[in-house]
């Protein structure tokens, strides 16, 4: 969700906020948040926003992807970013390009 040119946004763990689920580009998200609860009680020194990082760099580890270096330190936020900052996954590459080069400023091997 971060937006390049505002430098808002980020990896903030507001998703577990029921307003962020809500967000069109979330649907299942719940799901997540609920399998990764039982992680966070047992280590509660570890914030939201590291762990919904840290599960995404496990699983794109685990999944055959790169290894990805976790720096942790991140801060839970109340309040969820706007919505419309995800693609929309009804639209193909050029909105892709436009949310995650535009907006958060990746190139298209970032993207992939």
């Known amino acids: 969700?971060?937006?390049?040119?505002?430098?808002?946004?980020?990896?903030?763990?507001?998703?577990?906020?029921?307003?962020?689920?809500?967000?069109?580009?979330?649907?299942?998200?719940?799901?997540?948040?609920?399998?990764?609860?039982?992680?966070?009680?047992?280590?509660?020194?570890l914030s939201y926003a590291d762990l919904y990082q840290l599960a995404g760099v496990v699983a794109v580890e685990v999944t055959g992807g790169p290894e990805i270096p976790f720096h942790p330190g991140r801060e839970d936020k109340p309040q969820p970013p706007p919505e419309g900052r995800l693609p929309d996954a009804t639209k193909g590459s050029d909105h892709l390009r436009q949310v995650f080069g535009k907006q958060m400023g990746l190139s298209d091997q970032d993207i992939v």
Do not use: C, W, Y
């Open 1 to 45: 969700t971060f937006d390049v040119s505002t430098k808002t946004g980020g990896p903030f763990g507001t998703m577990k906020n029921p307003a962020e689920q809500a967000h069109g580009a979330n649907a299942g998200l719940d799901i997540a948040v609920r399998m990764l609860e039982p992680v966070k009680e047992e280590f509660p020194i």
